[in-house]
């Protein structure tokens, strides 16, 4: 029982890539970039016509503007306490 506690004794604590301290930074700019792309991405959805519209643009500007919200949400919820 004694050489299992010391066992845990050696091993190294495990410290975050990420300073929480930047965690509410990091929400409101990836968030931010976010909420931009997503603006984007419904502004060329209304002002576009059918010979205009490229789903290659719209894929890609989908995928950009969910990848920063989506990042920008875990860091809102690491932000809040909720470690995810």
Known sequence: MES?????AKL???TSPVSPAVFPH?????LGIGIFFTAWFFVY???????T????KEFATAVVASA???FGIVFLL???????
């Open 78 to 84: 690491l932000t809040v306490g909720i470690y995810v």
């Open 12 to 14: 190294i604590r495990y």
């Open 68 to 70: 920063f919200s989506g």
């Open 26 to 30: 990091l929400t409101l700019v990836l």
């Open 53 to 56: 519209r490229s789903l290659t």
């Open 4 to 8: 299992a506690l010391a066992d845990v």
């Open 45 to 51: 959805e209304v002002t576009s016509t059918k010979q």
